[in-house]
């Protein structure tokens, strides 16, 4: 009998249950369960239905009692920088707000009254996005600060889940270092900022390593789902976890993560804290092994999933690929522009910064797709410049995982602009990662290097020149 393996990977868009287990050397998936997600207004607020999705994790675990398939370890990874503040009941405090949603505006002046973005790079290695914890706290501290005086604990959003499957509070490391509350030196809270800042040090709980048995499943769980398992941290950080799946040996390789985001970068034994790493808006976010991923976020597919939501029929982004290919248009938009961060018509925002810009402004929802995909690769190309200028390294291939590696013309386009090879696949990565982790801790593999290499060998990876 087979080992089986459970990977909870919940995007900004839908989540999924893979079940992994390992047959002849190679790794077997298999999707248990998909649903929906996204952020919905709350009193005019973006924010996560938490209640929700932790229904859909436990119908996803009822599925694989169903099926008689039933996972021996699990973990669950999700999209970074957002939290719940719990109060001495473990309640809820607040509403569970959603990285997209404007409160943080003006919080970053609020922080730099306390300490400068230079000092505050220097001191976490992270790149300034206006939606990092550090500005989510600053708005609790400036708007609701009647929610610290409560607070018991804070647990990121997959930390929240393994809490209740397991009545377990494990801070796990790669999603918590997304906060720019993190040290790179010490893997720890670095709580002399976080009193300079005013945040209540209590509610910061100690920092697991992905790796990191937190329990098994609680009775009330075992009643309601039928068995039990145990719940092993993986790289919470989806975009952790995606990176540990990238199918190489190599130790120096360039990389995407490609989803609603595409993260691109490579791997670093020690964090880039200088001046001129955050110039380039470089960031040294936490990865699998205290490995440091080195990267740039750059907007990604949320841009063509935004305007496929405002097409008058409903395409499949194949299509969409296909018929973005056949146009001309040589318009290019800043892809990290704030302005495509939650515009109200991502359509409407392409087409005003052509205008804006003196460009060609795309006439059909073809063209605005076109646009956006060269404009991806114009961006990546961009980004290997500054990481190779920063690392004195050259990079001849990327390897694009995730959702993203299936968009056959984001990838020629990616080999166009960048004028590398590009390997794209696996897509599920990022549930492959979350697997490997566990897998490494069931002693299925030495380490990290064994499991990629095993990622080579057990699926398809298609090139393109």
């Known amino acids: 009998m087979s080992t089986y393996y459970l990977a909870v990977d919940i995007g900004a868009s839908s989540g999924r249950h893979m079940l992994g287990c390992l047959e002849d050397g190679k790794i077997r998936l298999e999707e248990i369960y998909r649903f929906p997600n996204g952020m919905k207004r709350e009193d005019g ?3 996560w239905d938490v209640k929700a999705l932790f229904y859909e994790i436990k119908e996803g675990l009822k599925r694989c009692g169903e099926m008689g398939k039933i996972p ?8 970074a ?12 405090l607040g509403k569970t707000y959603g990285y997209r ?3 943080t505006s003006g919080m970053d002046a609020k922080v730099y009254e306390e300490i400068s973005l230079k000092d505050l790079y220097a001191r976490t290695g992270i790149q300034k996005q206006i939606f990092n914890t550090i500005y989510q706290l600053m708005a609790v501290k400036q708007k609701e600060p009647e929610l610290f005086e409560k607070a018991k604990s804070m647990l990121m959003i997959p930390d929240y889940f393994h809490f209740l499957l397991t009545g377990v509070k494990r801070t796990e490391y790669t999603n918590a270092t997304t906060t720019q509350l993190v ?24 920092i697991s390593r992905p790796g990191t048995l937190v329990g098994n499943f609680s009775k009330e769980i075992q009643e309601e789902v039928g068995f039990d398992c145990q719940v092993i941290l993986p790289a919470t950080h989806d975009t952790g976890s995606a990176v540990a799946a990238i199918p190489t040996a190599e130790e120096d390789a360039l990389y995407i993560s490609s989803g609603t985001w ?15 790493s955050r110039m380039h808006n470089l960031t040294n976010e936490g990865g699998y092994e205290y490995r440091f991923r080195y990267l740039k976020n750059i907007m990604g597919l949320w841009m063509i999933q935004s305007i496929r939501k405002e097409f008058a029929e409903e395409y499949s982004y194949g299509y969409i690929c296909e018929q973005a290919q056949k146009q001309e248009i040589a318009s290019i938009v800043d892809c990290n522009d704030d302005m495509f961060l939650a515009p109200l018509s991502m359509v409407e925002a392409v087409k005003e910064y052509c205008g804006r810009t003196g460009q060609q402004i795309p006439e059909n929802e073809w063209e605005i797709a076109a646009v956006i995909y060269n404009s991806l690769g114009k961006c990546y190309g961009d980004t290997i410049g500054q990481i190779e200028e920063m690392t004195g390294k050259k990079y001849e291939c990327i390897y694009v995982v995730g959702g993203g590696s299936n968009a056959e013309y ?23 990662g979350n697997l490997l982790v566990q ?7 030495e380490g990290l290097k064994k499991a990629r290499e095993c990622v080579m060998k057990s699926f398809d990876i298609k090139k393109y020149e």
């Open 45 to 47: 607020s973006l924010c």
């Open 72 to 79: 021996s370890f699990m973990g669950i990874d999700t999209w």
């Open 81 to 92: 920088v957002d939290y719940v503040l719990l109060d001495e009941n473990d309640r809820i």
């Open 101 to 103: 949603d404007d409160r």
């Open 183 to 206: 040290s790179p030196v010490s893997k720890d809270w670095d709580y002399g900022l976080i009193d300079m800042l005013g945040y209540p040090r209590e509610i910061f709980g100690e």
């Open 262 to 276: 595409s993260l691109m970068g490579t791997e670093l034994s020690e964090a880039d804290c200088s001046a001129e």
């Open 410 to 432: 984001l990838n020629q386009v990616t080999a166009k602009y960048t004028g590398r090879t590009v390997y794209a696949g696996p897509g599920e990565a990022t549930a492959i």
């Open 439 to 445: 897998m490494i801790y069931n002693q299925e593999f």
